[in-house]
């Protein structure tokens, strides 16, 4: 029999610190999630800061979509050789680099518009080079997460990370309007550089603990790192829960993907809304995910995180389709927060459990694999998009989508031991 002893008085429970405020207290965690955060809202002043450009540097209708596909292309083509180079190096003094040479980018533009030398071709040249500074620092970024907590706070640490990636989304765009109204775009893109120069600073400060690195081979370098991705592309789908965690991320990335295409149009043609009401809708979204996150950070324990990242992404496909028929504003925003909420507790454990059962060498390729199906499918997903609208409307392309979603996480679910997770 437990004696009353044993159990902890109610001032023993008061005075146990939450989650949150245990990693907080972490010196080296402070930094870095101040790091990712700096990183992560550069990445999204750049893309409306880059699209904006367009609109002043050349008449052409394309040259917006040209700039936006040239910043988000890195995601793609950047996000595995970049996890491989993090499985090799420190992937500290990685980020610390690739922030620096973002930030050189972004004060040429600067440069090159106070020189009325900028020009489509130089623009994309630019906004490229941004493009993939962000996206070559996101895998060592989320890699480093396991190495600076304990394991037993890895979820709470994850849930503030996703609450600072979607607060930087929420704020980017505004941040980035905001310093074009206030000093003009040449100031702009200067300010937007010091931005990621601090970044680099803050994780320059960090103290990261050792951990094992991938085994350099001999031979030609890019030979090497093509067989490093090669086996993490391997073990990311050898078996479970990695495999269903990561075949759930690409049909998730693939609407996500074509959700954000299509949402402008939604809001325009569909709910007949001007471009700031429609960009409340992308607000509201980032509100339910930053308020999910937090709250899930904020547990000491959660248990059945398996089960609980298959219940909300099975969330996702339903979802999708609500949104895509709604001719309702306010019904399109109630959605987008219920969706927001499901997709802060998708995000933060799904993240989780492929940290929980990732060995650290192989930590950077595998979440370069995971920020790939979410960073890098755009392109791609454009392109079936494009397809699909020359016969059907924004809004029922979004909808037929959505079973898709569903039907293929419905088979993981039933095949996958997640549930049992």
């Given at each position: ?173 505004m941040v980035g309007g905001g310093t074009i109204t206030l000093l003009g775009l040449g100031p702009a893109f200067s300010i937007w550089a010091g931005i990621l120069l ?222 049992h997770m």
């Amino acid at each position: 029999m437990t004696s009353d002893l044993d159990e902890p008085t109610a001032t023993e429970a008061e005075d146990t610190p939450s989650p949150i405020r245990e990693l907080l207290a972490l010196r080296d965690f402070r930094l870095y999630w101040g790091a990712q955060f700096l990183s992560a809202l550069t990445g999204g002043i750049a893309r409306f800061g880059f699209i904006w450009m367009a609109l002043e540097i050349s008449d052409r209708p394309s040259a917006p979509a040209l700039l936006g596909f040239a910043v988000g292309m890195p995601g793609l083509i950047v996000s595995l050789p970049a996890g491989a180079i993090a499985d090799r190096v420190d992937r500290r003094l990685l980020v610390v680099a690739v922030s620096l040479g973002g930030a050189v980018f972004l004060a040429a533009t600067g440069a090159l518009i106070f020189s009325d030398l900028i020009g489509l071709p130089l623009a994309m040249l630019m906004a490229f080079g941004v493009g993939s500074a962000v996206s070559t620092a996101t895998p060592a970024l989320q890699a480093m997460v396991p190495q600076l907590v304990p394991p037993e706070r890895l979820l709470s640490a994850v849930g503030l990370q996703n609450m600072g990636q979607s607060g930087a989304q929420l704020i980017g765009a505004m941040v980035g309007g905001g310093t074009i109204t206030l000093l003009g775009l040449g100031p702009a893109f200067s300010i937007w550089a010091g931005i990621l120069l601090l970044a680099g600073l803050l994780m320059w400060l960090v103290h990261l603990p050792p951990y094992e690195r991938a085994q350099r081979t001999e031979g030609n370098i890019i030979a090497s790192i093509l067989r490093d991705i090669r086996a993490g592309l391997k073990y990311s789908f050898a078996a479970d829960p990695l495999r269903s965690i990561m075949t759930v991320a690409l049909f998730m990335g693939t609407g996500v993907a074509a959700y954000s295409i299509l949402m402008p149009d939604i809001g325009r043609n569909q709910l007949g809304q001007d471009a700031f009401r429609t960009s409340l809708l992308f607000a509201i979204l980032s509100v339910g995910m930053i308020t999910s996150s937090l709250y899930l950070a904020s547990r000491k324990q959660v248990p059945r995180q398996g089960l609980l990242f298959l219940i909300t992404a099975l969330f996702f496909g339903p979802g999708v389709v609500v949104i895509g028929l709604s001719t309702s504003y306010a019904v399109t925003a109630a959605m987008m927060l219920i969706w927001g909420l499901s997709g802060g507790v998708m995000f933060t454990t799904q993240r989780t459990l492929l940290q929980t059962h990732t060995e650290g060498a192989m930590m950077g390729r595998v979440m370069a694999l995971f920020a790939l199906t979410f960073n890098g499918l755009l392109p791609i997903s454009a392109l079936y998009v494009a397809l699909m609208r020359s016969s059907f409307g924004p809004g029922d392309t979004l909808a037929i989508i959505g079973p898709v979603m569903l039907a293929g996480t419905l088979v993981i679910a039933a095949r996958s031991q997640l549930r049992h997770m």
